[in-house]
């Protein structure tokens, strides 16, 4: 029954149903998470053979005869760059490799530009006064963060099927030099799971901008992250589209073996145009006399075979596919058609975005805790942690088991309906 139909008396009655059932699943005594995107213990084994690829002296040598386990190759091993471009499609000249966690190198990166300039010739951003960043939201929280943390103004930008707002994206960069930038999950977004279009991504590539030394933070995180190879969706180039408008220097491209292997034991990269990476040299020089090496080696042998990255893959896939099949099934099974809550459908990627009734979110997330079904904090999927409408919900279901999953989005489903019955009776 659609709830919007319902009389006063009929929304009472479905109430009363709604909480017997809600008061069940409370005295299950249930200690579900649906609130952050890691990789279950299932998936973590397919990395396990990684710990013992590297048996002895012998074993740590590159292929140049580079001793991996000391000092030197501060901007990655030749292999390891080899690595990242097979599957990012960018040239191994533009490509630095660092250690685990492309956040850190995504901070890195704004700080750099804080400090020192964008690229040779550019001013430290710290010089210019009042700064601001595009946010497309609903989106990731830890990029918001960053650039909060820095005294970035942040500026939302609503986020569509085919990426951000470009009409809303192009207007205000054309008309103010203090937005120095633009945060995009472009394959698979967390949490709505888009991927950009070739519209988008070249619209971004070439549009007209009042600071010149504008720059998008390209965090392709979800590169490989198809739940079937076969139904992947193509990103189109950017740096081949920035570079047809001349506009080359205006990426920063990062991404992480984060979620291909081990989350806290990874490999990440960044990759510019020339004179960036003349930039990001210098200060990286300062910084560190090199990052893991072994570690890149370890990702290099792993994955020396041909057709293994593309195996492991799907192997993550199918993991994640069963997920979200559970959760989907779940969640039309309990919302049925009751008009409460709309919620996206990727084909990659590790999150679903959630829209329950305007005005019920927090509700929801606070229904769901007090039943043992922990959400991503209501707000966070927006800059300032502030959903203007209170009605996003960021859904992560692969750390759970399929049952458990399965059990939280019943538990989802009913508070939503609660929610949205509880402003009629």
């Known amino acids: 029954m659609n709830y919007q139909s319902l009389t006063q008396e009929e929304a009472k009655r479905e109430y009363g149903k709604l909480l017997a059932e809600y008061e069940a699943y409370k005295k299950e005594g249930l200690a579900l998470d649906l609130s952050r995107g890691k990789p279950s213990a299932e998936q973590l084994r397919l990395g396990d053979g ?6 002895g002296e012998d ?3 590159s292929e140049s005869g580079f001793d991996c386990r000391n000092y030197g190759q501060a ?3 030749p292999e390891a760059k080899r690595f990242f471009s097979r599957f990012t499609g960018v040239p191994e000249e533009q490509i630095i490799v660092c250690g685990n966690s492309s956040l850190n190198i995504m901070y890195d990166a704004v700080v750099r530009c804080l400090l020192y300039g964008a690229g040779p010739g550019s001013r430290p951003w710290c010089r210019e006064g009042k700064l601001k ?3 497309p939201a609903p989106g990731y929280d830890r990029h918001f963060s960053v650039t909060e943390s820095l005294g970035f103004e942040l500026i939302p930008v609503d986020m569509t099927p085919t990426g951000p707002d470009m009409d809303a994206v192009e207007a205000l960069v054309a008309a103010d030099p203090a937005i120095k930038g633009i945060w995009c999950v472009p394959k698979y977004s967390n949490p709505t799971g888009v991927t950009y279009s070739e519209e988008t991504v070249r619209r971004l590539a070439s549009m007209k901008t009042a600071a010149p030394d504008f720059r998008i933070f390209w965090d392709n995180a979800y590169a490989i992250h198809a739940f079937d190879p076969a139904e992947d969706e193509p990103l189109a180039d950017i740096f081949a589209l920035a570079g047809q408008a001349g506009n080359e220097d205006r990426i920063f491209y990062f991404t992480s073996t984060s979620k291909i292997v081990f989350p806290g034991a990874g490999i990440s990269m960044i990759a510019a ?3 960036n990476l003349a930039l990001i040299k210098k200060t990286m020089a300062v910084q560190t006399i090199g990052h893991d090496k072994l570690n890149q080696l370890r990702h290099v042998r792993f994955f020396a075979e041909e057709g293994a990255l593309a195996r492991r893959m799907a192997e993550h ?4 596919k069963r997920k979200f099949t559970c959760l989907f099934e779940g969640l039309r099974r309990g919302l049925g058609d009751s008009g409460v809550a709309t919620f996206t459908e990727p084909k990659g990627g590790y999150f679903s975005s959630m829209d329950v009734l305007p005005g019920c979110a927090t509700r929801v997330f606070e229904l769901c805790l007090a039943a043992g079904v922990r959400l991503t904090q209501v707000g ?7 959903d203007p409408e209170d009605k996003n919900l960021r859904l992560a279901p692969s750390f759970a088991t399929d ?3 399965s059990k939280a989005s019943a538990v989802l489903a009913c508070a939503a309906k609660m929610a949205a019955l509880e402003g009629r009776i």
């Open 403 to 405: 049952e458990e999953v």
């Open 380 to 386: 966070a999927t927006f800059p300032y942690g502030r």
């Open 273 to 275: 145009s020339a004179p």
């Open 317 to 320: 896939g199918a993991i994640m």
């Open 59 to 61: 074993d740590c040598v």
């Open 75 to 77: 901007y990655g091993l």
């Open 50 to 55: 990684m710990l013992t690829i590297l048996s």
């Open 133 to 135: 960043f595009l946010c």
